[in-house]
């Protein structure tokens, strides 16, 4: 029988649990709602990636029909580098011609096989004996293959010759009794590849890798041009003076405000002829050039300041190998470490720092340093990590040369390893360019803000590569190769072409 407080208790327990109800309705409710919010979400942003996705599949379509691009050939491939999921894909088995985006793969393996706290070096020794102040032998320079001695790129490295000469001052050297022997064995005596074309290897950007090498391995031609266009110029001078070298010029003033001068000559000849035009009225203009033998450029440069500091050299200048273990160290140059050398690389596109990288992997192996050796290095190295290396053609390590080809594919795997497997990913990310610096200088900031964006570009006669990695606006990373070979429009409508697409490549 129940009590009128037992009723009452009943009646509370009934609100409550009603309340209780109520409550578990609104709390489901409202799970629901936040539900459907998220898959409102979700579904809106896969709505704007597949958006994008469509847009920029479209973009590579019509490509095919552009003026410009009708009768070119196109691969990419764009892959997200954390999944490995292939977003885009069109043609990226076909073999092209990369251009300087080879440089990719070369300071990748450089990276890998030597670290990035690797130096280059440069000994200067010498045979025989000193007494009192006279050393009864040989002066020695064994070149180690390093790219940066002297190099504009790297201004402390150009203290190397005062080193020298306190070095020999501390041993309380004078007099020479022998000869000034200059050592550049650890690479073959060919430095340049095979395959590069005449108008590149008498100009800066074909200079080739020496066992010994210097200033870049190039030098500059000073020149001076009429107010009228069509008129021969003058070369004011040479810096630095290149021993014996034997100029022809037949550079004429120009309308153009360019340089269009190329210098020819076959490598280690002292015989150069410049020929084409320079801009007009132009009381110094500069015209870069490779350096027919570094070796001999050395040794002249150092014949001067021991001259210059009072040390004399009785014997003749000589160039070949010194037997190991012969010499006594007196000063060992060392380059920058690696990492600061492929960010250099990269950044700025310097073929010569990649062909020297090339003949080291060589000269890792062997203990000979040769650009066939190290090209099947690279392709036997990246073979064993398990990528496909079919359609692989290495001939080089900077891409300079036209014989040179790569798929997309592969170029994203290798970027994709960087990435993920990597022990040294950060280096290798940070040595690429970003937007509106090195050779993205003409990518815009706005579009690709906070370092987005970072990559190699390749760039030569109908070529124009794009590879590297990009964030998209989702925070998705990508490994990309973006890849045109034989368009019949002008490089920079090429590369505008490429810069839209990325653009909408950030929208994923």
């Known amino acids: 029988m129940l009590t009128p407080n037992s009723k009452f208790r009943k009646i509370q327990l009934n609100e409550s649990n009603q309340t209780l109800y109520l409550s578990r309705i609104y709390e489901a409710s409202m799970k629901k709602s936040i539900i459907y919010t998220c898959i409102l979400a979700l579904w809106a942003t896969f709505g704007t990636a597949q958006s994008a996705l469509n847009s920029i599949q479209q973009k590579i379509t019509d490509w095919q029909s552009t003026t410009g691009l009708a009768n070119a050939s196109i691969a990419i491939t764009v892959s997200d580098n954390q999944t490995n999921e292939k977003l885009i894909e069109s043609k990226p088995q076909l073999s092209l011609v990369p251009a300087s985006i080879l440089k990719t793969i070369t300071t990748a393996t450089a990276l890998e096989v030597f670290g990035p706290d690797f130096r280059f070096q440069t000994t200067l020794s010498y045979s025989g004996a000193v007494r009192n102040d006279t050393l009864f032998g040989d002066l020695q320079i064994i070149g180690g293959g390093d790219p940066s001695l002297g190099s504009k790129y790297f201004p402390d490295s150009n203290t190397f010759l005062k080193e020298w000469i306190k070095a020999l001052q501390d041993s309380h050297i004078k007099a020479i009794t022998g000869s000034l022997i200059l050592d550049a064995t650890i690479y073959e005596s060919q430095m340049i590849p095979n395959t590069w074309i005449w108008e590149d290897i008498g100009n800066y950007y074909g200079a080739g890798a020496s066992g010994i090498s210097i200033y870049d391995n190039l030098y500059e031609i000073h020149l001076k041009s009429e107010s009228e266009a069509d008129k021969p110029t003058q070369i004011i001078r040479i810096v630095p003076e290149i021993p014996n070298l034997e100029l022809t010029n037949e550079v004429l003033s120009s309308d153009l405000n360019s340089d269009q001068a190329y210098v020819f000559g076959s490598p280690e000849e002292n015989r150069r002829v410049i020929r084409g035009t320079i801009p007009k009225n132009r009381s110094d203009f500069v015209v870069k050039a490779s350096v027919p033998n570094p070796a001999v450029l050395l040794a002249n440069e ?207």
């Open 302 to 508: 150092f014949s001067k300041k021991l001259s210059e500091n009072g040390i004399s050299v009785s014997g003749a200048t000589k160039y070949e190998k010194i037997k190991p273990g012969s010499s006594t160290k007196l000063s060992v140059i060392q380059s920058p470490p690696l990492r600061d050398m492929i960010k250099v690389t990269n950044y700025e596109s310097v073929n010569l720092f990649a062909e020297h990288f090339l003949k080291h992997l060589a000269f890792q192996k062997s203990g000979f340093g040769t650009t066939k050796d190290g090209c099947k290095f690279v392709m036997q190295f990246w073979k064993d990590k398990g990528l496909d290396m079919n359609g692989f053609f290495m001939n080089d390590g900077s891409g300079l040369s036209r014989f040179n080809a790569i798929t997309a594919s592969q170029i994203v795997s290798v970027l994709n390893y960087m990435k993920t497997k990597s022990a040294y990913s950060e280096d290798f990310y940070q040595s690429l360019p970003v937007a509106g610096d090195g050779t993205l200088s003409k990518f815009s900031q706005q579009d690709f803000p906070n370092e987005c964006l970072r990559a190699k570009s390749g760039s030569m006669t109908r070529v124009r590569s794009y590879a590297g990695y990009l964030t998209a606006i989702s925070g998705r990373q990508f490994s990309f190769a973006i890849m045109l070979n034989n368009f019949s429009f002008s490089r920079k409508e090429a590369s505008k072409k490429i810069e839209e697409l990325l653009v909408e490549l950030r929208k994923l």
